[in-house]
């Protein structure tokens, strides 16, 4: 008896202990398919999405404002006001053949009286006479994008050969468009820093309360010699992999949205609505960029999931200790 009582006895413990084992591998600290879990992924995915599109829209407005100044640049336009004594019709053949010959000018768009007319009725109102209100002439000028032209010299000309001329560079413009880009990219900035914000928030709060929950577990394991490497590298696992689940479903739905808008406003192109927004916003399509934007935004999420869920672990472990 007294030889086989240790057998026995070591027998049973090891039995004993494979339960024990069996259920440390089967039910993990921080389980990825309960309810808590899911809601994490379903608010990161959420907070990923939001991240996704506000990145998105500053690359939006950003290479819009780019196409803007860039169209807006390529083009001036000179004006000329009747002047008593002075013969409208010659000074704007003057000024024509001074912008002709100039250098860096590649198309020339001479306004007629009636076309003139008809860009100050919006302004003006619709019935106006204009034989006894004098009209300005306008002449358009397309500027070559290869070859700069001396607008300060054409200026200079212009004003020799006719004094009722006035050449504008829409430089004004160009500067307002680049401060209304500037103001709206710092916008979607700061909407995407308060998004990541939030979302660290919650992956904290995430933390504490799956630490608080398996509280006698850690204790334990703390209690028996677990260094705190090994207690916060089973939460981070298990943060990043819903991390990487949210951020996944939230950047596709992302991209979905990016590729299903690009769609919708290339087939409403033709409609006055659709040419309006393409003018302001382009075309809605993100390119191979803006794609791998939001795939590294999905990837952040995951990244910043499993750090913030490791550095809470390692600040209560601390106080444990």
């Known amino acids: 008896m007294s030889q086989t009582s240790p057998r026995k006895e070591t027998r049973g413990s090891r039995e004993a202990a494979a339960p024990d084992n069996a259920l440390e591998r089967q039910t993990p600290l921080v389980p990825t398919s309960s309810i808590a879990g899911r809601s994490l992924v379903i608010v990161i995915a959420i907070m990923t999405f939001l991240a996704a599109l506000a990145a998105g829209a500053a690359l939006l407005v950003a290479d819009a404002s780019v196409d803007w100044r860039n169209e807006v640049a390529r083009e001036a336009s000179v004006q000329i006001r009747p002047a008593p004594g002075r013969d409208i019709e010659s000074d704007v053949k003057r000024a024509t053949a001074i912008l002709v010959a100039a250098d860096g000018v590649r198309d020339v768009r001479v306004y007629s009286k009636a076309e003139s007319e008809a860009l100050l009725a919006p302004w003006l109102g619709q019935g106006l006479d204009f034989a006894e209100l004098p009209a300005p002439r306008m002449i358009v000028v397309k500027l070559d994008a290869e070859k700069r032209a001396d607008l300060e010299r054409l200026r200079k000309e212009l004003s020799e050969a006719t004094p009722t001329a006035a050449l504008d560079d829409h430089r004004l413009w160009v500067e307002r468009l680049g401060q209304m880009a500037r103001t709206a990219v710092a ?28 509280r006698e577990i850690i204790e334990v394991l703390h209690l028996v010699g677990a260094a705190d490497k090994y207690i916060a590298r089973q939460f981070q696992r298990r943060f990043l992999a819903l991390g990487l689940r949210g951020g996944l479903l939230g950047g596709g739905c992302a991209m979905i949205f990016f590729l299903a808008s690009g769609y919708l406003t290339r087939r409403w192109t033709a409609t006055p609505g659709g040419d309006q927004l393409e003018a302001m916003f382009g075309t809605f399509a993100l390119g191979p960029r803006g794609f791998v934007v939001v795939g590294v935004i999905s990837a952040a999420a995951a990244l910043l999931t499993g750090y913030m869920s490791q550095a809470i672990v390692f600040r209560q472990l601390r106080r444990l200790g």
């Not at 990541?196 to 992956?203: E, Q, R, S, T």
């Open 187 to 214: 916008v979607a900035v700061l909407i995407f820093v308060l998004i990541v914000v939030a979302m660290g928030l919650a992956v904290a709060f995430a933390t504490r309360a799956a630490m608080v929950g398996n």
